[in-house]
């Protein structure tokens, strides 16, 4: 028996996040710079190292692999990878296979990811106005999003919706997109906006919109039940009793999910993140590429990161100035 993986405060970790990508073929404007620099494809893991890679982990104990990216469906044959994936949900090793997509390429793929084995998949999406949606995402286009979303439905996987909370930007659809998340079966979160890389343009579209206020908006309207629900995470879930609906808040800016953390980040370049908000990482890349013929190193280097996971972030928006700000974008490490 392979012993898992368990961090120094006693946490396990069997939680996956794989970014496949730093590419995207949106520009968030609290993602990415509209000029952004992209990583030569050398850097890149290869899909047979990100099979080996996630493979390993699963080997290790991981069950639930959440890909990402930048935007995971715009990577060149990486449905070939999901497909690889499968096996292990089949042999019941692999809980979880899911997905965290802006939607654009859902129309195309959405069968197929069902056929892989993915059952849910959240999907961003900050606005239901035309307009507005192509402001923040720079060069999205809303209707085929929905079109996306449509196809998601149809082929039978669970939708959520992920929505940044952007003060004196999607403020004013917060009911409207309660309720046409409520009208389509579909659970919502708010996440708030975090410090991460340099966009310059901060401010210019929206601001930091604190999940306490945003709450109590809510509950103007709404009478709100805390879920114990928890998912090892900073997302917290209510209930909209009118509704039955499940709203989820992110606010990875406070202290009170890291206690128990049960996941790691790999990048797109094979550096394994601990925490999110820590610089600290693992080359693993080098592990796999310096060892084609054994996994032995690449388990010693997971090992040996694991040691390192940290207690916790030190993200803090108390201050005027934004503290504990990450330098990498979330397109790198995956959000
Ligand atoms: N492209 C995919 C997407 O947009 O869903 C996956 C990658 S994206 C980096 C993952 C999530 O991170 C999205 O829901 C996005 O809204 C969120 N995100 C990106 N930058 C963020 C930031 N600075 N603060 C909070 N959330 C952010
Ligand atoms: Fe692309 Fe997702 Fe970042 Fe938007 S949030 S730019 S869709 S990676």
Redesign the pocket.
């Known amino acids: 028996m392979t012993a898992p993986l368990i961090d120094p405060f006693a946490r396990p970790i069997d939680y996956l996040r794989v970014s496949v990508t730093d590419r ?5 404007v ?3 710079s509209e000029n952004m620099t992209f990583l030569p494809k050398k850097e890149l893991l290869t899909l047979e190292e990100l099979d080996r890679m996630c493979s390993t982990f699963v080997r290790l104990g991981v069950q639930k692999l959440r890909i990402t ?3 995971p469906l715009v990577r060149r044959d990486i449905m070939t990878f999901f497909r690889s994936m499968t096996r292990h949900i089949e042999a019941g090793d692999l809980r979880e296979l899911t997905l965290t997509t ?1 939607g654009s390429q859902l129309e195309r793929f959405a069968d197929d990811l069902f056929a892989a084995g993915v059952r849910r998949v959240n999907i ?1 999406l900050d606005t239901l106005d035309e307009k507005k949606f192509a402001d923040v ?1 720079r060069w ?1 286009r809303l209707p085929q999003v929905m079109r996306g979303i449509d196809a998601a439905q149809r082929a039978g996987l669970r939708v959520k919706i992920n929505a940044v909370a952007l003060k004196g930007f999607n403020e004013e659809e917060l009911f409207s997109i309660t309720e046409w998340c409520a009208s389509r079966d579909i659970d919502l979160t708010w996440i708030e906006v975090m410090p991460m890389g340099d966009i310059g343009n901060e401010d210019r579209i929206g601001q930091y919109w604190k999940l306490d206020d945003l709450r109590a908006q809510l509950a103007e309207r709404y009478t709100i039940t805390d879920l114990p629900e928890r998912t090892g995470g900073p997302a917290r879930y209510v209930r909209l009793e009118e509704t039955g609906q499940k709203i989820g808040f992110i606010t990875p800016l406070t202290h009170n999910f890291c206690e128990s953390c049960n996941r790691v980040r790999l990048t797109c370049t094979g550096e394994l993140f601990m925490c999110l908000g820590q610089e600290d990482n693992a080359d693993l890349r080098s592990a796999l590429r310096n060892h084609p013929a054994s996994d032995a190193p690449l388990e010693e280097a997971i090992r040996e990161a694991i040691s390192r996971k940290p207690k916790g972030h030190d993200f803090d928006y108390s201050r005027q100035t934004v503290d504990g700000r990450v330098s990498r974008h ?2 790198h490490t995956g ?1």
């Open positions: 995207c073929d949106f520009r968030c609290y993602c990415m990216g930048g935007e802006n961003s995402t999205g979330m397109s959000g």
